[in-house]
């Protein structure tokens, strides 16, 4: 609420838009425009309603589980297509509302009742992927920093483009120890970079409780979109046999 305050527009010019999880809830927590969609499909319903409603501040919302696995192929697309609008995954590195499913940021060795001794995978970097699949503006942050992660939304929803911000929000219930968090998580020690390669390489390598922009770099928004001169009467018509 405080970055949509501070981005300066009312409510009736924001939409929300989700997919399915506790994270997914979002949209119903605020009095802007709200759709809360089916699983992983916040990015294309997001891009969409984006190219029809340009004038609309579009913000898609979701967790790990949701964006990073049935949502994943959406992610990467999204991501090179730049449509102007933010993605915000909150990440707590395990199916909340599946009750404790490990989800593809979930360290391949933690033990659960669904996976006995862990699945034994590596654990997705969203970052770099984000970076690789071409996200020009790509950051992270941590709900027990709220002023920062404040900022970062802000910054998020100010850049022109897709801007993906990956948040750290640990799951209380079946990840307590991710609570652990609130004294591990710092700032970045190095500024954003420009360079792709540089921030892929920054995003695999440094510390994963790492706070900041890792890459941004503004790039002209190309949408070809033409109008469409149908009706609904015609496009009915289309579907007589
Ligand atoms: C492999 C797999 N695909 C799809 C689903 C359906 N599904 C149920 S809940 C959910 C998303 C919830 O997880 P997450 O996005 O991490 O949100 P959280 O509840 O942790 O906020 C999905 C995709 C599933 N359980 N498992």
Redesign the pocket.
Known sequence: MEAFSIVGRPPHEIAIVS??????RLPAYTKCYGFHGV??RALPFSVGLKMVRPDLEVVAV??????Y??GGNHFMHACRRNIDMLYLV?D?R?????KG?P?PTTEGDWDSQIAPGGTGLPSFNPLAVGLAAGANFVARGYVGDPIGLTNLIVEGIQFKGFAFLEVLSP?AIFRPEEIGWKARAHSRKKPPSADRATAIADALNEDELGLGVFFRREQAIDVKREKSTLTLADIERSFEI
Not at 19 to 24: A, L, N, P, V
């Open positions: 997919g399915i999880g506790c994270s997914s699983h992983g979701g967790g790990d589980g949701d964006g696995s049935i909150m707590n395990v199916y909340g509302m599946t499913q989800s799951c």
